[in-house]
Structure formats: C-alpha cells, structure tokens
DNA sequence: CTGACCCTTCCCAAG
DNA sequence: GAAGGGTCAG
C-alpha cells in the first residue's frame, strides 16, 4: 500500500517563505527533498535544526496537513524548540503535530492504548529508582541465594535488563558480553527478570523502556493501530539519528512502514551514547537499508571561526569509522589560535577558568555567552568553589535533577497513587514517611492494600480511607495513618476521579507534607519553595495524568520548563555542563577542562582497550570543541591529588596530543600566589 | 521492628 | 560528600 506524495509549489508557499533565498543550496536540497526517504548529514553548526525547522515548513505549505508529521528529537527541549520555530514560519497550528522525544511519542501511543497491553489507564512511569526500588521489592520475594555467588544488584540488574531492551537482543547475550562475571547466575537472573515483568504489569507500572519497547509490541501485534498510525504519519522526520539504538530504529521503521516518508538527520561524527546502546550503523548504514534513499551532505558551518572549525576537523581525522565529510567555515578568520593551557593543578585551573571568565567580561562578553565544559560531573567541584567564591553566577546541570529530589518525588508518589492504586512503589514510599512504619510495616500493609483491593474492585474506586480504616498499623503510626487517609481522599472528587494536579499539591503540603518536611529537613523553607513551583507548574495541567507524564520525561538535559529552571533562567550565568549534555548548544567562548589522558579520554574506556570506545570518546572530544563559535581554552592540570594514590602526574589528553601543533597556541599561565 | 549512628565506598556519560 | 550498608539501643 505504498502512498505517493508530490510536492507542489506552483503557486507559491502560502506562507510567504522564500526558501531559497532563507537557507543555502545543501540546506535547500534537502528542505525541498522530494518525497521518499532521505538522510542528511549535516555537520556540526551547520544549520541542522534550521534545515529541520524548514523542511517541517515546506511540507505544511505544501498542503501537508500537520497531524500527518512526526518528528522526533532526542530531547524535549529540541522538539519545542523545532516546533516553536516552526510555529513563527508558518501560520499553522503545530499543536496537531506529533513532535517529541520517542519516550514522550510512546507515552502518548500506549496512553491512547493501555489495554491493548493489559495494562489500565492512568500506569505510572517509574524512574531509575522507581525501578530500583520495584526489583529490590522482586527479588526480596524471589528467594535468590546472595550466599553463595556474587548477585548483582538491582541497578547492576536494571542495566543490563536495560540494555537487552533497547538493543533488542536477550538478556543472555548481554550476560554473555558485557557481564561474563554474573554467567554462573545467569539462571536466577533470568528469573528476576521474568517476575520483574510480571510484578510491572500487576502494578500497573512501566520504566522507561518499555515506553518504547511496548510500543513497539503494540504497533507489532495490532495490525489495525500499525494500519491506523502508518496512514496518520506520512511523514516522519528522526533528529540526532546518529544516537538511535535498535530499539528506537525499529520503533521509526515500523511507523514508516512500506509506504512512508522518512527523513533522518544527523552527524555521525557525534555519535556519543553507545554505552546506552546506540548503533552509530543506524546512520552509517541507512543508505544501504534503503536503497532508494538519497544522501544529503550539509557542510558549510556558521558556528565557529575557522581556527576552530580546522582543530575540530584534524580531531576527528584520526576516526576510522565514519562518512567522510569536509567542513568549511563561512566565517572569516580571527586571527587567534585556539589555547592549549597547562596548569599546575585542579586549583590553578580553576583560577585560570575564573579569572579569564572575568575578563572575558570586562571586554563585553555575557555570562551566558561562557560554558565550561568536562567529560564527568565531579570535574566541576573546583570550577564550582571558585566561581562561587568570586561571585561569578553559573548554571550547572547536575547529576541532580529537580524532580529526583526526595520531597519531590515523595509528593509525586500521593499524586501516582491516587491516579494508580496497584502502584506498590508509590505506596511503598508514602507508607514509609509515617514514623513508626519501616520496611517489614510497609510490606505488610501493601500485602494487606493489595488484598483488600483485590477483593474488592470498589477499592479502586472508592474513598481511600474507607479501606484504610480496616487495616491494622503499628500504634505509634496511627494517627498519621489516619491523616494519610484523609488526605488521599482529598485527591479525588465524589465520583473517585483525581482532582487537577496544582489542587493535588495544595492538598498534600497542606494536610501531611509540610509537617514531614520540617521534621525531616534542615532547608524547609528551600523545599517547601520547590513544592509551590512544582504546584504553579501543575496548574499548567488540568490532567494528573498529563502531569505526571510529564514529571518523569522531562530529564535533566531539559528542564528548561521545569519549576527550579524558570527561576534561573533570565539570569545572566555561565553554563557549567558535561559534554554529553553540551550537545546540539553553543557559546561564543568554551573551557574544555580535565583535557588529560584518563580524564578525557576516560580511564575506564582506556582499560577497556577497545578501539571503538576511544573512538568515541574522541567524538566526544569532537562534540566539546565545535560548541565553540569565537575562543576555545584547551585546559589541562599537571598534577591532581587522588584520594587513593596521592599526587598523580598527568600526561595530556591523546585527542591534543594527536593534534598538529600548528593549531593551537600553548599559553603560560604563571601563578602568582 | 524502627531509626539513629557510624562506617565504607564510590566516580563515566543519561532518557 | 552522599548514599548504601551494618550495628545496636530502645
């Protein structure tokens, strides 16, 4: 059932948009693509989302109606921001578009769709800890010998059930390959992970995967939906593809089906998460899988100056692996080479960071204009201590995220359970904040919720405290019990349906949370502040459901509309930031710092010895240095104290170590203190 | 059985 | 420096 398409733009696009002249010949090629499957390489800075942006355009003003496009990003923060461009180009309501991430795209297919699955309306999303905490609950019941054998531990078990899912492969393989030390339980293994899918549908749960893994399933055994979704999503546009795994790849191949439109865009010289399973073959193999596909190249660059741009290009050289490609500079010269800095320790490169940044300022560049850029998180602990101690504002984001805070999450778990009675996890932790009740009174109670509620489907339905009256709690636990009840009650409206999410809020600060918290934590005015952002972002909401869907895709990476983001965000303040995390953003000054070898590179991937992961990490490296549009500090400290070994001497990353000298200019930074 | 207290361990990246 | 794990008093 192949569908044909032409574009017609006889008369003209209705949204005044002359394409031509607003993109450049390699951009437009590909905007005006003709129907069919197509992948563009587009360089770093070289207009990938403004292509995006106008292809999506041309095809509106094409006649193509909107809810016939999906795109998909891999952030939330990409999606809006490719919509709300959109929006400003054309006159058309993209709100009928499906764009997203592929979680959020999978949450809105099995929401349409839950019993399809056996699951009911209104599931939770668990997050890594959700998930922690439901295989500790599984194999607490599944009589695991930890005697005798090394058993890993249910992160060590929620990664590999991870990876088996997203690239599509059984979990012995993943045993087999990456975890050959569990193979002598690889039995028991298995056999969590069997309960461990069980006990998720009679909770009603889902993780993270199975948005997608279940998806999947769904379109696979569903030949009506398959049929339904292939006609709705004639044209499927896929960014970042060089960061697809299996799993997402088969999710694209099957909305596509025979018939459709797909173009994928990417740059497989950024390809950084195979640790999470991406396959950078996706990209490198698409042509091949489709064969009437057509390969756009798009290679000017606008980002960077071509000091930059040529560093960046002698840096990735050394990859075997990839589309050759030649990235040229439309910007003129500046005239200054990138820096190479050696200092003496972590403490002098933090000074040098702060000091320029200063600078910097005074020769008029913004906060917002600087970002500090490293390979692991805990990189930043000087950055931060200096910035913080010159009174320098900066942004960072952390390994923290604001709605995996403890008083967040615990808010969330009154709001998940009063959506979703079988969710033994969100009902575990609100059990557990009421004094007197540990884990051995949580099991219980939950064995006794979960009976009586079994029993009895007006459980599902009715005044929570009506069954809760029935069960027995430890004494000094009562009358908190009691106000927990009373409190659930207040979630939902005489019909058993749960009230807006910002009411839900209110609800649950007011009648247990607020005494909790100020027993619990020092910084209760902080919280308490968190909780009434969480509560006006919830107003935005009239579904709980929406809402907390919502609460678990938005990720670190994207919290730009998230409570604790907005308060930031008008402020000017230097960007703190992973390289992973760097991705797809830009600032017109970058400090690449830690840049020696077994900092980035990363000494594990070193030990590992495989070729594929320096690779990698070079890409990685590739990634940090073309965020860079004006100056780029290459920053490395000489000697760093370890807290095992003392003072460790350190040789320069290979990535600079490989580079022509002629690209760079070494800088001497003496210390005067 | 709970919860306070102390000890050790951990550090790569994230939806 | 926080978070998990173990220990022990109440």
Known sequence: MARDYTLHSTKGPASGINYKAELNASQYEAVSAPPGH???????????????????????????????????????KAAREMLDRVSALVQVDTRRLWGGTFHSVGNRLLRRHPERLGYRPGFSIMDREDQKDL?????????????????????????????????????????????????????????????????????????????????????QENEDLLQTYQRMFQFVLVDEFQDTNRLQC???????????????????????????????????NFAEHHPTAKTYKIETNYRSVPEILSLANAAIEANTAQIRKSLHASRPGKGTLPALVQVDNPGAQAAFVAQRILE?????????????????HFHSLEIQLELTQRGI??????????????????????????????????????????????????????????????????????????????????????????QFGYTLDELIDPQGLPVAPAGMIHSIVEGVYADYMKAKFKNYEQRAQDLEQLSSFGSRYTDPIEFLSQLSLLSGVDTDNAP???????????????????????????????????????????????????????????????????????????????????????VPSRFIADLPAGLMEPWNVRSVF
């Open 135 to 219: 295989l500790d609950s599984v194999l607490g019941g599944a009589a695991i010998d930890k005697g005798s054998y090394r058993f890993p531990k249910s992160e060590v078990l929620a990664e590999m059930f991870s990876l088996a899912e997203n690239i599509c492969c059984d979990l012995q393989e993943i045993i087999d390959t990456r975890y050959p030390y569990f193979d002598l339980v690889s039995e028991p293994i298995h056999r969590v992970h069997q309960l461990y899918r069980e006990k998720k549908l009679e909770t009603n749960t889902m993780d993270f995967d199975d948005l997608l893994t279940l998806s999947v399933r769904l379109l």
């Open 250 to 284: 088969d999710f694209v191949d099957l909305l596509v089906g025979e018939g459709g439109n797909l173009m994928v865009v990417g740059d497989d010289a950024q390809s950084i998460y195979s640790w999470r399973g991406a396959d950078v073959g996706n990209i490198l």
């Open 564 to 650: 604790a983001a907005e308060a930031t965000q008008d402020r000017e303040a230097v960007t703190l930031t992973t390289a992973h995390q760097a991705k797809g953003l830009e600032w017109q000054v970058v400090f690449a710092i830690w840049l020696a070898d077994g900092m980035f590179p990363n000494r594990r991937v070193l030990d590992e010895g495989s070729a594929e992961g320096v690779e990698e990490e070079r890409r990685l490296f590739y990634v940090t240095v073309t965020r860079a549009k004006d100056e780029l500090y290459m920053i490395y400290p000489l000697i760093y104290h370890a807290a095992r070994d003392g003072n460790v001497l350190q």
């Open 38 to 76: 197509a992948l563009v390489i587009a360089g770093a800075g070289s207009g990938k989302t403004r292509t995006l942006t106008y292809r999506v355009a041309y095809l509106l003003d094409n006649g193509i109606p909107p809810e016939n496009i999906l795109l998909l990003t891999f952030t939330n």
């Open 360 to 376: 910097l300022q005074d020769e008029g560049v913004d906060f917002n204009e600087m970002a500090v850029i490293y390979r692991a």
């Open 393 to 482: 504002p900066f942004q960072i984001t952390s390994g923290l995220r604001f709605f995996e805070q403890a008083h967040v999450k615990d808010v969330a778990a009154f709001m998940k359970f009063a959506v979703n009675r079988k969710d033994e996890v969100s009902f575990m932790r609100l059990v557990r904040l009421i004094p007197g009740v540990g884990s051995a009174s949580a099991a219980k109670l939950w064995s006794d919720w979960s009976q009586c509620e079994g029993s009895n489907e007006g459980a599902m339905t009715g005044r929570f405290s009506a069954y809760m009256k029935e069960m027995k709690v430890p004494k000094k636990a009562q009358s908190t019990w009691d």
